[in-house]
């Protein structure tokens, strides 16, 4: 099954850093739009950042920007999310998601199964 798997969480102290990883087998990422979402306890999942497959532009939610990065590393076939200040308000688990053509909450070709982040002292 084609599907993107998620990893580098875990349990972090406020103003930490973490990195996940999207890595896919069996597609590019290259050809896709990837983007992260994240879904905490109790709320609907949010949009958190993405990068287009065609101009490589990128857009971050107001609640990260300036803290998160997204990058890719096509050698490895790979898709990042640098985290840094992190806080207890980023608690949630993060989902990976690739299309297209354009990735958004309602569209994507596929989806990963997430992974925890924690935040918290």
């Known amino acids: 099954q084609l599907q993107p798997v998620e990893s580098g969480g875990g349990l972090v102290q406020p103003g930490g850093s973490l990195r996940l990883s999207c890595a896919a087998s069996?597609?590019?990422?290259?050809?896709?739009?990837i983007g992260w979402f994240r879904q905490a306890p109790g709320k609907e999942r949010e949009g958190v950042s993405c990068t287009s497959s065609l101009d490589r532009s990128t857009y971050y939610s107001d609640s990260v920007k300036g803290r998160f990065t997204i990058s890719r590393d096509n050698a490895k076939n790979t898709v990042y999310l640098q985290m840094n200040s992190l806080k207890p308000e980023d608690t949630a688990v993060y989902y990976c998601?690739?299309?297209?053509?354009?990735?958004?909450?309602?569209?994507?070709?596929?989806w990963g199964r997430g992974t925890q982040v924690t935040v918290s002292s």
């Open positions: 069996g597609f590019t990422l290259d050809a896709y739009a």
């Open positions: 998601a690739a299309d297209s053509l354009i990735v958004s909450q309602n569209r994507a070709d596929y």
